[in-house]
């Protein structure tokens, strides 16, 4: 069937689609995305979202590097990644069409705004002459090069708004005409349109007036030949939902764990991408007497939240690698002191400086191992945008439990991107607690340990129970200075038996597809979605294979061992050069392979089972 | 909890034996500080000593309240921290030249500007004890050490300076075996809300023997101690006749009686005056003036835990506040039958 | 080695695309420069940038020199060992108000006291750009930004106040679309045997726009501008009739004409004046006083890297000095055959 | 026969002997050690020597934590470690005699100064009783109880030196006590007494009596029933010695790498124990054109060490463990931008503060792991103080080679340890190249790799080849940044490859003992002596036992794995709580197993000799 042809427009069913917008910084990508995620949610589906921009903030116009992009999959069924090749493309300009097409699935949608092709941004992008005229592109995609600029300035004339401020509603444009591509309700961005722009009513009513002149376009426009309808989910678990980002999960997660803990929470942190979002979520929630202390650097950031550990405040530090980096002095000595906090880590691609806003998974064994001396610390990783919600929450039951700093690791992609989030209901988490002390002050002693191997946690400043802590090494039970060599033996191993103990208390492992057999995959953090994935699959389609997805990497599960003997090969998936690999490894000496991602993105589910594929017939 | 009886200073004494040189500064200020905090009727552990690393910020390990021996230079970080989680302790930050000026610079420098409600001892022995014996950011230039074996070419850094650089609210200056001073200037510096630095000079008998004897020494302690009092004349010398005036906009040190100078061309003391007079007071180098000693100056501001809290109490105030369930439905929801 | 020819502004454009929001105050500051850098009349490969991180950090990239984009707030550190390693180089350290100030401060703070000899430009927009609008050191109180939604209540650093506290020996203010003072300051700043601090006002115009408007604002400009010109009086205002003098020992505004001031009672602008002086300008309050702009102070004193490398001139001087197979040897040796 | 019996003196001639002296702090313990060391060494004995000194500067007289301890072995033949047990203990006080009576060998010589043996003093070390008085004591030891301090007051009065300046002479009464007992001569000490007193000459008279009057007391007071004799060592290599510690011969080598590639050497560095005496000893050879840099913190110097490296300068950071946690943001940096410095690591007992003047090999894992983001750094690791100073050549060798920042891992026991140091004929040392460039300065790309992988190294400064370099990502050859996501995942491989790629140099292993067998021995650093000594104990005694010493720990040496295929069992003796091991089971996917002392002391021979026996007989 020839593109361009008239025809009736068919609707047609299906299972689920990937959508992404791109434009300039400047263009409104993000907020377009997420108007096509909450709508989506909102009707019914499954979705999961991944945001994509540059590290600088409004590169100059035009650029190759400007480019912002927000890609999502939504889905009548259950999903969890944001899919791989998109179905849908909008292109806001030339340089995001250079930096998106490859991605776009063989005979997938594009729609370009044509007014921005022209002499200078082609040039800028790179494009010697106008690929909207190339002929091969329409043999490859379906193409739709429309005026969305002039439509948003001819509708600037009717509401009298300028030029300069109506173009802006060009994404609307764009949105209507998605929504109509796929048969969505414009409801929702309607009311947040005026939320939104409530107090300056021409550009309300021009961008309301885009996003139905959009939408009313693909009606009458006649030059699409099939629009899209993606059921509600129909197999959702009942409840109330909100879409969620992993870093406002994060930030719901840490005001819920303070109260569940019934402890004020303290958040000591400085600035940095992509972890800086749950300072600001942290910020807005002073009601709850979260006290949030912007610090000098990272270094003050963690001694901060140390300090006010030490008072008795359920207490966090955010930050990402370069910060974990400046930080593992001080983390060492929570460690060494036995101070409950958590220390949060949003990993971004590294080394160094790095890919700021890329996201990675590189940062297990800088938590693992980087400290001086022998240091054990938890670690826990979230799975998902949702699940950073219920690590949070985790990390401070380990932390309060076993009055030890723990690490949480999430990651670029999970903090950015987004899913449904079932709300649960308050009375169902967890409590949280940490031994104290109900003795006599006589017989206190700050470093006698409990059956978990922890010591009391006493907030300073508690009458009677006064005593000095530091980074020196303690005499076991009474805390004092000790150089003696045998105590510190001891304590070094109780150091790290206590951690270990964490493991008998953690819940079995869930295997995905088969429980034994040829192939296991296990995986960590923010590649859940795309393993698990790929695994059901394969599975489905008669493979031997399984996953188990880790939360807790400090310690490894207690059964990891037993379920890894079920199976004849062992792969491991990680967004960075091999680091679970290496404890996987060490710890049961299998010969486990890696499949090794390092670009700053997720793993694509047809990555992943190619790869895997590759390994089952090795 | 039991009673409270009213403390002695010996109540203050930990059981840890003390570990530093026999002769070392740190023992007299040990012991001032013990009275001091016995001073302040408030029961031992409302008391929190947080100090970095060093021979002085061993210091807490000796005081029979809460302590935390840190890591070097932090110590102010964790005492914001701990101060903004327990408001209503009486926080101790003690640090020494290289802990507080060397690694620990910006730390100090923040809260001194953002003024924390501590008391920060700074034990000032312009050397490094506890590594024995490198210069430090406050050695004179000039000064051989271990690792400046043809002297150091580093300008020291003044903490007066450097506080009034960062906008401290406070600033006093006290010599380590001073005790009548010691007893007034602590007293002075719990009851200052906000950052209270004090410069104890202190004297390190292995490593640095002897520096600031020009100033200590009793023989000469009348010519080179400038004590200030407030609203009395910068007044100084073995015969109370030399003094401090402007002359040509520049402090200078005058004789009363001559050149036709009198009592009232002399600067009075007045430590809320600002940061133009306290500037005077800082920048008056060992040459040519002699030492300031006291309060150099204390101005009120609000302190900074009790501005955050301050808006914690705003925020709570507001209709739902604080209320899990509404937080975690505060976006667009859906259901799901 | 290439010929060098008289070098233009143009020629100090690298070929990196300059990746700043359209309208940032960065582009004016990136001009100015490349013509300073000019102006030097030095090749090259002898300026050596190094910056830290933030959207003002990028500056390297766009200068066709030697460059170096380091870790956060630690470009002074990195300046130094280049500077020590080759004296020879014009060093530059391009750092914001969060790198420079923030998570910096400390290297600032001893780099201006060690006196290395490097130009320092601190691009003050008193935000963090890169990071998207937190607020920073020099953020007024109350500013409210993505991480203070109820506003500031950390008082904010003064970059004047701070350099005099660290006795740095140069510090200088511009702004950064005022190509005409930027010239001069910039050749005066590369002159300075020293650590030569420039506070450039630099507008972000994205998460800060306007901060400096009451100080560059055309309009007001008369009023709100104090230019400093060495042994002229401060003089400033719409009919120059403003001035700045001494009342009461405080530095105050008064109005040449009006209750029998005349110009002779005004400050007379002295670059070399002393601590003294330099508090009186870097204490200036914008609520009261002018803004001075240009340079605040210059003080001659021995650079650094200048003292260090004489020390090893000195060492090597000395006979048998840098013989490896005599240094194995001191010591006591004994042979065994 | 019965101890305290009168009878003719006779001299035994013994292979070794070990000789712990131990008092106060303020008792010059470590100058009395030292002197011995000198006089043994010079004397043609081989030796090692084990200082052990308490954190504070000089804690309270008589106080069990201000107890100052020096050991020393000396031997007629090859000697590796300090020893195990003394044979004979000096101890100036009763707290001394508390915290060292332990490790004396039954039967060992006992020698106390009485005259310390007071009520306060007893009273400090938390005796009840005089341990003096106590008959068991001269069951199990030789006990001889001395008037030191008297006879040192003695002396002064006779020379006219105060009683206070006259005691302190009591350690040269104890010294020349041993000289005797040792038949030692005494002229180096008279010679070191002369140039050390020569301008006061009260102190050198009084110093000088008392050591001569402690040989004389031996030889007259016919308390001793043995004498002992160690001769002069025979199968030594032929040369020119000196004593050497660990930090002096690090300082040596950092001097002599500069000479070797020609640059001028700079040191930027921020005291810490045990690291400091480094940073002294380097300011001391300005002579060189060493710059040192005594920075504001640790951070501080490591980066204006990258600075001078970036300017061409043979760049260096000395620091411990602390110092290490926060370096590493900086080290990430260096191995992102690529640029050759070496850091160096004299590890000490964590974690945290920990146990600052006592010896551990806990940071390894630190130094592999402890960065964001994949980054790999070459290792290398001294095995005795001597070799300290041909580690520090071989760092640089690497980082000027491979264009890559290089750590040396050292630990205090080296540090502060001493042992005979041939020195080097200096034409017989390597010279250390670094890739250049000499194309034209349009083909110049500074990422563009030779053979090794590494990029040319060109001083910040020179003319026509300046770029620009940072930490963000950088595109393949021209180094400009790049997002892009497969250069992310090639420049990620080639760092990791150029990395491993210094293997393919490295000389082959030298296994001490069986070629192959029942038990393979691997060690590093400075555990090397005890290993060795050990292993050819248990070999000499027809154990199937063999050992490997790594100098390099990254890359690891190529041919380890084929080593360890030929013995049946693998152990990793380790001064932490496992760390080569983990990467030695998770390399080659053997159970090795450790053994791991984490007291903050060396390994004993005879604990080795000991626990290896029993994995030889599991
Ligand atoms: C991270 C770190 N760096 C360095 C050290 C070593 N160190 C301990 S105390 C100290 C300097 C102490 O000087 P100062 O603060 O003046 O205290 P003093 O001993 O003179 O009282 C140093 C460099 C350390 N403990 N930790
Ligand atoms: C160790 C570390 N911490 C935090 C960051 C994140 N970060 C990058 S730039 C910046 C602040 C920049 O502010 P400023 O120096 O004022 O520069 P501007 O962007 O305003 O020019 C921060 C916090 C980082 N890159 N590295
Ligand atoms: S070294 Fe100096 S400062 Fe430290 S305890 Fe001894 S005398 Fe005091
Ligand atoms: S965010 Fe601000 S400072 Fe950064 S480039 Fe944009 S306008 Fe400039
Ligand atoms: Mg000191
Ligand atoms: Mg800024």
């Known amino acids: 069937m020839g593109i361009g042809e008239r025809m009736t427009i068919q609707k047609t069913s299906i299972d689920s689609a990937v959508v992404r917008f791109a434009g300039d910084s400047g263009d409104g990508m993000q907020l377009t995305g997420g108007q096509f995620s909450s709508t989506s949610a909102w009707f019914g589906n499954d979705l999961a979202t991944l945001p994509d921009y540059p590290a600088e903030i409004r590169a100059p116009k035009g650029t190759l590097f400007g480019v912002s992009g927000f890609q999502l999959q939504f889905a009548a069924q259950d999903i969890r990644t944001p899919g791989d090749q998109p179905d849908a493309l909008v292109v806001m300009n030339p340089a995001a069409l250079k930096v998106n097409l490859d991605d776009l699935r063989p005979g997938g949608v594009l729609v370009c705004d044509e007014d921005a092709f022209n002499k200078r941004n082609l040039q800028k992008a790179g494009y010697e002459a106008n690929p909207l005229d190339d002929p091969s592109l329409k043999e490859r995609y379906r193409v739709y090069s429309i005026a969305l600029t002039k439509m948003a300035v001819n509708i600037g004339k009717e509401t009298g708004l300028g030029n300069r401020d109506a173009e802006r509603a060009k994404n609307m444009v764009a949105l209507g005409l998605m929504y109509w591509l796929y048969d969505r309700p414009m409801s929702l961005t309607e009311q947040w349109l005026k939320s939104k722009f409530g107090r300056k009513p021409e550009i309300l009513e021009t961008n309301l007036r885009a996003l139905r002149q959009g939408y009313a376009f693909g009606e009458t426009a006649e030059l699409f030949a099939e629009r899209y309808e993606v059921v509600k989910q129909s197999d959702t678990q009942a409840g109330i939902y909100r879409n969620i980002t992993g870093n406002q999960a994060t930030a719901l997660g840490m005001v819920a764990a303070g109260e569940l803990s019934n402890r004020s929470v303290f958040l000591g942190s400085y600035p940095i991408t992509p972890a800086s979002d749950i300072l600001h979520e942290m910020s807005r929630h002073k009601d709850f007497g979260v006290v949030t202390f912007q610090a000098e650097d990272e270094i003050a950031g963690i001694c901060s939240a140390i300090g ?252 990891l061992g037993e379920i890894i003997g079920r199976y004849k090969k062992v792969v491991v998936p990680e967004l960075n050069n091999g680091q679970l690999i290496r404890l996987v490894r060490e710890k049961y000496l299998v010969d486990a392979k890696g499949i090794n991602k390092i670009q700053g993105k997720p793993f694509f589910e047809t990555e992943l089972v190619e790869k895997l594929s590759a390994h089952l017939e090795d | 909890m039991t009673e409270q009886p009213q403390l002695k200073a010996k109540d203050y004494k930990s059981d840890q034996e003390v570990r530093w040189c026999p002769g070392c500064g740190d023992y007299a200020i040990l012991s001032n500080i013990q009275k001091a905090v016995a001073a302040t009727g408030l029961p031992r552990e409302k008391h929190l000593f947080v100090s970095g690393i060093g021979c002085s910020s061993r210091f807490p390990f000796y005081m029979e309240t809460w302590g935390f021996h840190t890591i070097h230079g932090r110590a102010p970080a964790f005492a914001t921290g701990a101060k903004l989680q327990n408001p209503e302790s009486c926080v101790w930050v003690v640090t020494g030249d290289g802990d507080g000026l060397s690694i620990g610079g910006n730390h100090l420098l923040h809260l001194m ?201 705003k925020a709570k105030a507001r209709p739902g506040a604080g209320d899990l369930h509404r937080l975690l439905h505060a976006a667009d929801t859906w259901v799901v039958e």
């Open chain 1, 308 to 559: 006010a550990a030490w008072a008795g405040g359920c207490a966090w530090t955010t930050t990402s690698g370069p910060g974990i980096a400046l930080k593992s002095e001080a983390m060492g000595l929570a460690l060494a002191a036995e101070i409950p906090m958590v220390i949060i880590n949003v990993q971004r691609g590294g080394p160094s400086t790095g890919l700021p806003t890329k996201t990675e998974q590189s940062d297990l064994l800088q938590c693992l191992y980087g400290r001086n001396g022998d240091s054990p610390m938890p670690i826990v990783a979230a799975a998902s945008p949702g699940d950073c919600f219920y690590a949070a929450i985790e990390a401070t039951r380990i932390a309060q439990r076993y009055v030890t700093p723990v690490i949480l690791l999430t990651d670029g992609y999970l903090a950015n991107g987004a899913e449904p989030f079932l709300i649960p209901d308050v009375d169902s988490l967890p409590t949280i607690h940490s031994p104290g002390y109900d003795g006599t002050a006589e017989d206190y002693e700050p470093y006698r340990r409990n059956d978990d191997l922890a010591r009391p946690w006493i907030a300073a400043g508690t009458p009677d129970l006064h005593h000095r802590i530091g980074g020196l090494e303690r005499a076991e039970n009474t805390g004092h200075i000790s150089y003696m060599p045998d105590n510190h033996q001891r304590m070094t191993e109780l150091r790290a038996a206590k951690v270990e103990k964490i493991a008998e208390d953690l819940p079995p492992l869930e295997i995905v597809g088969a429980e034994s057999g040829d192939l296991l995959v296990i995986g960590w953090g923010g590649t859940w979605g795309a393993i698990t994935t790929a695994v059901k699959t394969l599975h489905g389609s008669g493979k031997s294979v399984g996953s188990v997805h880790l939360r807790h990497l400090n310690p490894l599960p207690a059964d």
């Open chain 2, 113 to 313: 500007r953002r003024n924390v409600d501590v008391q920060l001892l700074l034990f000032n022995n312009e050397i490094y004890g506890l590594t024995k014996g490198q210069y430090s950011p406050t050695s004179g230039v000039g000064l051989v050490t271990k690792s400046t074996p043809m002297g150091s070419i580093d300008e020291p850094v003044s903490p007066a300076r450097l506080a009034l650089g960062a906008n401290a609210s406070f600033f006093a200056r006290v010599i380590d075996t001073d005790h009548k001073s010691s007893a007034e200037i602590y007293r002075r510096a719990v009851e200052h809300k906000g950052t209270a630095v004090i410069e104890i000079l202190q004297n390190c008998v292995i490593f640095n023997d002897g520096v600031f004897d020009h100033i200590t020494d009793k023989k000469t302690a009348k010519e080179n101690q400038l004590h200030l009092v407030q609203g009395e004349p910068l007044r100084f010398g073995a015969e109370s006749d030399k003094g401090i005036a402007l002359v040509n906009n520049q402090p200078t040190v005058v004789t009363v009686g001559e050149n036709g100078i009198t009592e009232a061309d002399l600067i009075v003391h007045d430590e809320q005056a600002g940061a133009f007079y306290g500037g005077l007071l800082a920048g008056m180098d060992s040459q040519t003036f002699p030492a300031p000693l006291g309060v150099l100056w204390a101005h009120d501001r609000l302190s900074y835990e009790q501005q955050a809290h301050e808006q914690v109490g």
